[in-house]
C-alpha cells in the first residue's frame, strides 16, 4: 500500500498561492467582463487540451492517484475539463517450458486506465504540474501526458454491432436508395 | 510552444512566478556604454537532477497501518483455489491414514503436480525475480559513493561540480556565461553538454527558468566591467536507468550527486537557499 506525499502538494500550493483560484470562481469572473478584452489570445501561451493518461496493473492504486493528480490540478487552479475511465486491458499470459509445449506457468493480468483531461494548462505552470505529479508517483504506475486527439475520445464509445451491421447489409445491397 | 528569445514581455509575466521576488534588471549588457555600475554577466545554469529509482522504505506508522490493512484484507477474503487445494489434501491424507479410502482408486488424485511441489516452484521464482533487483543500500560509505549516479535510489540527487576556471573553488551547479543569440535554455543545454558529455540523456523541463541567483564578483576578477553575474536555473531530468557512468568535461575539478539535505550542508548558504526554493523535496 502506497501513501502519497500530500506534503509536496502542500509546499507547490504556497508557492503559487498568488494564481490559485478555484475554476468556479474563474467562470463567475469571467461573466462580468466584455469579451473584446481576451479577443487578442491568452498573455501567456497555453496548451488546449492535455490528457495525463494513468496506467497500471493494481486497481487501487490507480485509481487512487488518478484521484490525486484531479485534486493536484483543481488546487494548482488547472481547468480540469474531464476525467474517465476506460475499460482494462486483459493479458493471458502462459510461460513455457523450453523447447516444448507443457505450460509452466499461467497469468491472466489486467491493465486498468484512467485519464485526467486539462484544458488550457498555462505553459508556466505545465512544469510545475508534471514535477509534483511525477513526485507522488507510486510502483507500478505509468503515466503518459500527450495533446487530446480525435482518436482518445472516439475509444471511449462502445461499438454499436447491429447498427454496423445493418449498414454493411446496405452497402453490399448496392448503398441507400437516395443520397 | 516556440523557444523565442526571453522578450521584456515574456520576462514581466514569469516573474510574477518567482518566488525570489528579485527585479530582473532590464538594462542588459549587450552593445551599451553605460557605465560598470549597470552590468551584470548573465549565466545560465543547469540543475541536473536524477529521481527517485525506487519507492522509500515505509515509516513505522506506515508500516502499522499496511500491516493492519493486511490482517483485515485476509480476514476477509476468500479462500483462493490453492488454500482450498491444501486442505482437500489433508483431509486425504488423514482419510488414507485410517484406511478407509484406496489410494489407487481415486481419480482425483492423478494430478500433475503435487500441493507441496507447487509451492515450491512458486518459491523458487520469487528468489529468482528478487535476485534480478537492484541492491537497495550501498555498503561502502567513501567518499567516492558521492560520485556515483546510483546512489540513494529512494532519493532524488542533484549535481554539483567545481569548476576550474574560476579562483575561488566553491561547489556549485554547472554554468556557463550566456552568448547572444542564443536562448537560455540553449545555454544550459549546452551546459549539460559541456560538462556531462553526450552519454547523458537529459531532458529540460520548459522554457523558462525556475530560480535565479545574483552575486557581485570580488574586486580582484571583475573583468570585462561586469560587476557581477546573475545566475539563472534551469531543471532538466536525466532521462533513462542505464548502469554506466556519466564521463565528465575537461572543465570541472570534481563532481558529486547529493541529495537535497546533502546540498544545504555542501553549497554556500544563499545559494543553497535560492535552490531550494524551486526543488521538490522527495520527502
Given at each position: ?6 506534503g ?88 513455457f517450458?523450453?523447447?516444448?509445449s507443457t ?72 448503398g441507400?436508395?437516395?443520397? | ?18 518566488t ?41 506508522i506506515?508500516q ?26 489433508k ?30 516452484t ?71 553538454g ?26 580582484t ?7 557581477g ?27 558529486q ?27
Amino acid at each position: 500500500m502506497t501513501l502519497f506525499r500530500t506534503g509536496v502538494l502542500r509546499r507547490c500550493v504556497g508557492a503559487v498561492k498568488h494564481c490559485s483560484l478555484s475554476t468556479t470562481a474563474l467562470r463567475s469572473r469571467v461573466q462580468f467582463e466584455p469579451p473584446y478584452l481576451d479577443a487578442s489570445g491568452p498573455e501567456i501561451p497555453e496548451y488546449p487540451q492535455l490528457n495525463v493518461q494513468v496506467k497500471g496493473y493494481d486497481f487501487t492504486v490507480v485509481e487512487h492517484y488518478a484521484k490525486w493528480v484531479h485534486n493536484t490540478a483543481l488546487n494548482m487552479g488547472i481547468d480540469v475539463e474531464d476525467s474517465w475511465a476506460t475499460p482494462c486491458e486483459k493479458y493471458h499470459i502462459q510461460t513455457f517450458k523450453p523447447k516444448s509445449s507443457t505450460v509452466e506457468a499461467d497469468y491472466h493480468l489486467q491493465v486498468y486506465d484512467r485519464t485526467v483531461q486539462l484544458a488550457d494548462l498555462p505553459s508556466v505552470e505545465a512544469p510545475l504540474f508534471l514535477e509534483v505529479i511525477q513526485a507522488g508517483l507510486p510502483t507500478g504506475v505509468e503515466i503518459s501526458v500527450h495533446s487530446h486527439q480525435p482518436e482518445h475520445s472516439q475509444m471511449r464509445y462502445i461499438p454499436d454491432l447491429e447498427l454496423k451491421e445493418l449498414q454493411q447489409q446496405l452497402q453490399d445491397l448496392g448503398g441507400p436508395s437516395r443520397k | 510552444m516556440a523557444a523565442g528569445i526571453i522578450s521584456s514581455r515574456n520576462l514581466a509575466s514569469f516573474s510574477r512566478f518567482l518566488t525570489s521576488g528579485t527585479k530582473i534588471n532590464t538594462c542588459r549588457s549587450i552593445n551599451t556604454n553605460n557605465n560598470n555600475s549597470c552590468r551584470w554577466q548573465i549565466v545560465g545554469a543547469a540543475c541536473v537532477t536524477r529521481p527517485p529509482v525506487v519507492c522509500p522504505p515505509m515509516n513505522p506508522i506506515e508500516q502499522q497501518y499496511s500491516g493492519m490493512l493486511a490482517t483485515m484484507e485476509k480476514e476477509l477474503s476468500l479462500k483462493s483455489d490453492h488454500e482450498i487445494r491444501v486442505e482437500k489434501d489433508k483431509i486425504y491424507k488423514k482419510l488414507l491414514m485410517s484406511g478407509e479410502v484406496d489410494d489407487a482408486a481415486d481419480l482425483d488424485r492423478t494430478s500433475t503436480q503435487t500441493v507441496a511441489e507447487f509451492e515450491d516452484t512458486c518459491t523458487q521464482e520469487l528468489n529468482d525475480f528478487n535476485a534480478t533487483l537492484l541492491p537497495m543500500h550501498d555498503r561502502s560509505e567513501t567518499n567516492d559513493v558521492r560520485k556515483r549516479l546510483h546512489r540513494c535510489l529512494e532519493r532524488s540527487l542533484v549535481l554539483v561540480v567545481k569548476h576550474k576556471l574560476i579562483d575561488v573553488q566553491e561547489w556549485t551547479l554547472p554554468h556557463t556565461p550566456w552568448t547572444p543569440g542564443e536562448t537560455l535554455r540553449q545555454t544550459c543545454e549546452r551546459v549539460v553538454g559541456d560538462v556531462c558529455g553526450e552519454s547523458l540523456k537529459v531532458k529540460f523541463l520548459g522554457n523558462a527558468p525556475c530560480g535565479f541567483y545574483k552575486y557581485k564578483y570580488p574586486k580582484t576578477i571583475r573583468k570585462d566591467g561586469y560587476i557581477g553575474a546573475k545566475v539563472f536555473f534551469y531543471k532538466c531530468v536525466v532521462l533513462g536507468n542505464k548502469q554506466e557512468e556519466v564521463e565528465f568535461g575537461a572543465d570541472i575539478d570534481d563532481h558529486q550527486w547529493l541529495t537535497h539535505d546533502e546540498l544545504k550542508h555542501t553549497l554556500k548558504q544563499s545559494y543553497a537557499k535560492s535552490i531550494s526554493q524551486f526543488l521538490i523535496s522527495d520527502r
